[in-house]
Structure formats: C-alpha cells, structure tokens
DNA sequence: TACAAGTTTGAAACGATTACAAAGTTAAAA
DNA sequence: TTTTAACTTTGTAATCGTTTCAAACTTGTA
C-alpha cells in the first residue's frame, strides 16, 4: 500500500484523496482542496508527491490534457474520454487486453500505456456546448 | 488536400513540414526549422496554423508528452511510443481495430483516439541512457 | 540529546502557450 | 484599376503550469 515510501502526513493526504476521488484532479485542484484541512501545505509538496507516487508506479499521470497532467490513483487497467467542452475526465473500459507484449520494433521497456478518448460528452451535447 | 482552409505560404510549409518529417515535431521545432527558409515566419503563426489544422483534421496533435504537444501529420491510425530517456516518439503499428464504435455510457461523440506507449527505446537500453 | 538524512516550504525562474493589436495581404466589388 | 472588407501574419506582452533552489523543519537513529 505505501509502495516503498515514507509516508509523511502530506503524502498519506495525498494518496488518500486520489484513493477517494476518482476525477483525475490535477496538481492545482489537489492543491486547493487538501489546503482547508492543510493550510500550510506548499504546492511544490504536491508535485514532488506526485512525482514520487507517479515513479513507485503508485499514481498514473495522465497526459490526455495538453494543458496540464491529470493524476488517477486507480491503477488496474482502463481507458480515459475527455469532454472537449467541459474539460472532464471520465473512465472507460478497456475490452481488449491491448497489444503490451508483442515488444514493438525498436522498443526495450514499455513501462505505460494510455488509451486516450476525446470528444463530447452526454451533458455537453444535450447543452450544446 | 487542403481541407477547406485557405493555403498561404506559410500554412502550406507548415502542412509540407509535417508531411514530409514524421518525426512528430513540436512548434517550435517546425518554427526553428522553417525559419531557415522563410526568416519572417512568427512562432505565433506556427500555433495558430497547427491549430487550424487540426480543427479541420488535417494533423494530430498529440499529447503523450506532458511537456508540450506534439504534431502528426500522417492521419492513418498508428500508436505512438515515447522514449522516456531520449523523448523521441515513434510510430507503431495498431492492429486491434480498437473500440472506437459501440460509443461508451456518458460518450455522445468521440472525435479523437490516441493510443499511447511509453518506456525506454533500443538505443537508450543499450547506452543504458 | 545530537546528528544526519530526509521532507516541506515559499520564492523565484523557466518555458510553453495564449492574447492582442498593429501591419500586411488577398479577393472581390465597384 | 481602385477601393474596401475580410482575412492573415507578426511581435510583444501576459499567462500559467511546472521546475529549481535554498532555507527551515521533521524524523529516525546513534
């Protein structure tokens, strides 16, 4: 459960609210949530927490958002749609168990797969948004 | 060809770059690079081409790299892997003809779908880079 | 209790991207 | 042609997510 890390307060909070909310928060959303209970939490603690979650293979980092990385605590395979419009995340299933092992020509490791879906969601195409 | 967008010098070489280099270069890639041969071309020109581009669908703007987007013009489906040591990105084959269609609950349009790789590269694995 | 190693913090720097307004270009009407 | 309006390019400045860095703080161990 704690992947080989220290687990300091802030990165048991951390953990905690990727455990607890499946939204793919970014950094700054984290952030100015844990802040009520943490008011002297530093954003830098966030990324370097992200970063070392992310590197024990506790965390994934999503890169569906050019804008910034996302972070989704549930690490059991499956897909990701972003709405275009209303800029939510949501999860899909992955049907098929995806081409991982067939080592690719001029590939060593393959260390993360993403399969990343965008487009418009229901609520947004209902709004015409 | 031109995908209903009127074609300027600029917006021409910007389409010409991508089609002949697929080496999925970022902005300013193709602006230092095309620089060479047209000295007054403007970076900001460069993102609004590429944008305009792929809002008609003429290039992929690819996001596997957090750090900053990545442009494809070649527009068959193909996976994509990053090497995490050198940052180069390389085509790969997709087979699976992947669940594009039976449009999952909460989806009402999917315009995009991005098949991601990341690791280490042949090259890198042998310099152990 | 003291020390060393590890962690957090906040400020400053960085760099990709966007906003914006002025200058330039193009196409079509008169 | 000339005029005019629409479109495009350009460069500068602003924005904002992320990284860097050093000082302060905490923790575990000697």
Do not use: W
């Not at 905690?16 to 100015?32: C, F, G, N, Q, R």
């Not at 999503?62 to 910034?68: E, F």
């Not at 080592?103 to 947004?124: T, W």
Request: one cysteine or more; proline letters at 6%; hydrophobic letters at 35%.
């Amino acid at each position: 459960m704690n992947h080989g890390i220290r687990p300091s307060v802030q990165r048991v909070a951390i953990m905690e609210y990727l455990m607890k909310h499946h939204t793919h928060p970014t950094v700054d959303t984290i952030y100015h949530d844990l802040l009520a209970t943490m008011p002297t939490l530093s954003r830098t603690t966030v990324y370097n927490t992200l970063e070392l979650l992310h590197s024990h293979n506790a965390v994934q980092a999503l890169t569906i958002d050019s804008r910034n990385v996302h972070y989704d605590g549930m690490m059991s395979p499956h897909a990701h749609f972003m709405c275009r419009c209303c800029g939510r995340i949501i999860d899909l299933p992955m049907h098929s168990d995806l081409p991982a092992n067939p080592l690719p020509q001029h590939v060593s490791r393959v260390e993360q797969i993403q399969l990343n879906y965008s487009g418009v969601c229901d609520e947004c195409n209902e709004n015409n948004c």
